[in-house]
């Protein structure tokens, strides 16, 4: 079935950029997704992006696709404190909208002042 | 805030209980999805019904079973636990103009003893 990776881990200095970097198994998976969950607190949708697109840009965060690869990645330039949290990567389970997520383990974004 | 609401936020049982979970969607979605996050799982999903009607189903136990009502709002019900049940449940919702983002609602802490 399908599957999601991440690296479980990533630190950075305020003001940096961050990537948080993500693999997938299906090749078929429409919609890939960025989830934030901050301590004590439910998953906050982030962005997403559509598989035929390269790129979506919003605000301080940048969402590359590569479909070749199956790597999707986040960066958040000008990482700041409150940035500090857990990122979901997740795709649809299926080709088509409004289906089950499939989510990897998460990484823990630690930013330091 | 998502609009996702669940209700309680924290619910402490003992093992071979049953208990009720639930979860009214954002405002006009009519699919909602059930997962259980887990230290050692993960973030899978349960089950997912769309206006009423089971509409999909991924790693949910024979112990747990869920319902929508005509009103949108669901239940997950859960029974004979055991402790490894202890989790957190989320609750999400889609569909609309947008059926392919989806928003969690904050959760239930379950605590089986």
């Known amino acids: 079935g399908e599957d999601v990776e991440q690296s479980l881990f990533l630190s950075v200095r305020e003001g940096d950029s961050s990537v948080i970097n993500c693999t997938y198994t299906d090749s078929s998976s429409t919609y890939l997704y960025w989830y934030k969950q901050e301590p004590g607190a439910g998953l906050q949708l982030l962005t997403y992006?559509?598989?035929?697109?390269d790129m979506k840009q919003d605000q301080r965060l940048t969402v590359l696709l590569n479909k070749k690869d199956k790597h999707l990645s986040l960066r958040i330039a000008d990482t700041q404190t409150g940035d500090s949290a857990i990122y979901f990567c997740?795709?649809?389970?299926?080709?088509?909208?409004?289906?089950?997520?499939?989510f990897g383990k998460g990484t823990t974004l630690s930013v330091s002042s | 805030d998502s609009g996702v609401t669940q209700t309680p936020k924290h619910l402490i049982t003992a093992t071979g209980q049953r208990v009720t979970l639930r979860c009214s969607p954002r405002?006009?979605?009519?699919?909602v999805y059930w997962y259980q996050q887990s230290l050692d799982q993960g973030l899978q999903f349960l089950i997912q019904?769309?206006?009423?009607?089971?509409?999909a189903k991924g790693n949910i136990l024979e112990r747990f079973s869920a319902q929508q009502f005509p009103d949108l709002h669901s239940e997950l019900n859960l029974s004979s636990l055991e402790l490894g049940d202890s989790a957190l449940y989320f609750c999400a919702s889609s569909g609309g103009t947008a059926p392919y983002e989806q928003y969690f609602g904050p959760g239930t802490r379950l605590t089986v003893t």
């Open positions: 405002s006009g979605d009519l699919s």
């Open positions: 992006i559509f598989s035929n697109m």
């Open positions: 019904y769309y206006n009423g009607e089971e509409r």
């Open positions: 997740a795709s649809t389970a299926v080709n088509q909208a409004g289906t089950a997520l499939i």
